[in-house]
C-alpha cells in the first residue's frame, strides 16, 4: 500500500482553480452556512472541500485560534532531530484563497437552538451546520500530582508547537546519565504523536547525545498498539536505554511531584531529569459546551459524524466517539471528507456517497526504521466498523523498513497539502 500526494488531492484538485471570494459570517447573504471549529486535519480539511466541492454555494467560516498550525503527528521526528519545528508548521492562507473565511478567535460557546456560536473576541456566528474538531483536552486528576499547572515542569506535548518545544529543550539539558521519565496515558487517546515512537525518538537523541542515560516509560497499560515491533526495535536500537513498566508490573500505579522531579511508581520514588506527563484525554471543551459529548467523547453517526445529540452538529476526529477507528490524523483527514460530502449533500441536494474510511498509523523506530499499521472501515448502524487492517511485521529487511519510512514522508506532504490547499 503506497501512499503519496495524489491520493490525497484527490481528482477534484482542478475544480479548486475558481472559487467564490471568502465571505464574512452575517447571516442575510442567501447562501447556507457551514462553522467549523478547529483548524486542523479534520476541521481544516471538511471546510476546505465544502468550500471547494461545493464551488461557492455554500458559505464556510473556520475558526481557529492559531495563525500556524503545528502538526502532532510527525512532532516526536522533532524530538529525535529528523525534523525542524518549522517543517512542522502550516499557515491557513491556501484555504483563505480557496473561500473559506478564516476567523482567528476562540469559540467559547455553542446555542444549538439559536444556531450560533459565540467568540472570545465578541459577537457570534450563526449556522446551518455546526462541525466541531477540537481535538483533545485532558482529564483532571488523570496522573496524580499533575495538572496543567505542571505543563511547564513536566509537558506533556501532546498538542503541537510550544509544548514539543519546551520538551526537546529539556531533553537537551539532561544531564549527562540523566533519566527521562514518561507517564503513558490509557486507551483511548491521541495517536500520533505515539507514546512509544515518542520513546523510540528520544531513544535516538540520547544513542547520539548522551548515551548513559535512561529511559523509564510507566504505563497504565498491560500492552500496546505495535508493541512487538517497538520491542524488537528498543532491543536492537538502544539495547538496556529502555525500561517499561506496564500495568502487571505497577505501571497504572503512578504519582509525580513536578516541585521535586519524581515519579513514584507503585511506591517506588525515582528522581527523574525530565518527565513527560501524557495525561488521560477527553474531547475539547467546545464539544462538552455544545452539549454533545456523553462522558469524555462526543457519540457520532458513522454514516455522516453527526452527533448523536444533534443531527445539525457534527464531530470529527479526536474528540468523536465513532467506533473502530483511532484517533490519529489520518482518521480525522478520512472522516472530514466523508463529513463534507454529507454536509455538502444536505445543503445543496448534491449527490452523498456512501460512507466508507481508512487510516494508516507511521512509527519511526531509528534512522529509516519506519513501520505502520492501518486498517479500512465502513459505515454501520452502531459504529465505524473495522473491515480489514493491516501491520508491519517483525523481522523485516531494511530496504522495507526504509520504504516504509519514505511512504509515511509522502504521506505527510499528502495530507498537509489536502488540509490546508497549499
Sequence with gaps: MTLNRRIFLGTGAAAAATLAAPTVFAAGHGKPHVVVVGGGAGGATAARYIAKDSKGEVAVTLIEPTREYYTCFFSNLYLGGFKEMDELGHSYGGLAAGGVNVVHDWAIGVDRAAKTVSLAGGGSVPYDKLILSPGIDFVEGA??????????????????????????????????????????????????????????????????????????????KPKFSKQGLFQEGWANHYEGMIDWIGEDFGGGNVSVDPNAMTVTIDGEVTKVDVCNVIPAM?????????????????????????TKADADVYVLG?????????????????????????????????????????????????????????????????????????????????????????????????????MFGA
Design 143 to 220: 496522573v496524580d500530582g499533575w495538572d496543567l499547572s505542571a505543563q511547564n515542569a513536566m509537558p506533556h506535548a501532546y498538542k503541537g508547537g510550544s509544548q514539543t518545544e519546551l520538551l526537546k529543550a529539556q531533553l537537551m539539558a539532561m544531564p549527562e546519565g540523566g533519566t527521562f521519565a514518561m507517564v503513558a496515558p490509557p486507551n483511548p487517546y491521541r495517536c500520533p504523536p505515539g507514546p512509544y515512537e515518542r520513546v523510540s525518538m528520544v531513544a535516538h537523541f540520547l544513542k547520539a547525545n548522551n548515551p548513559t542515560a535512561k529511559i523509564i516509560v510507566a504505563d497504565p
Design 282 to 306: 477527553k474531547a475539547g471543551r467546545i464539544a462538552e459546551i455544545a452539549g454533545v459529548t456523553d462522558g469524555n467523547w462526543a457519540p457520532v453517526n458513522a454514516a455522516d459524524m453527526s
Design 318 to 418: 479526536d474528540a468523536a466517539q465513532q467506533g473502530d477507528m483511532p484517533k490519529s490524523g489520518f482518521s480525522a483527514n478520512s472522516q472530514a471528507k466523508v463529513c463534507a460530502n454529507a454536509v455538502r449533500g444536505a445543503l445543496t441536494g448534491s449527490k452523498v456517497f456512501p460512507a466508507k474510511f481508512s487510516n494508516t498509523c507511521w512509527s519511526l523506530i531509528d534512522t529509516n526504521d519506519g513501520v505502520k499499521v492501518g486498517a479500512t472501515y465502513e459505515a454501520t448502524d452502531e459504529k465505524i466498523a473495522k473491515v480489514d487492517g493491516f501491520i508491519s511485521a517483525t523481522g523485516e529487511t531494511a530496504e522495507l523498513r526504509k520504504a516504509t519510512y519514505e511512504e509515511s514522508e509522502g504521506w505527510y506532504t499528502g495530507i498537509t497539502t489536502d
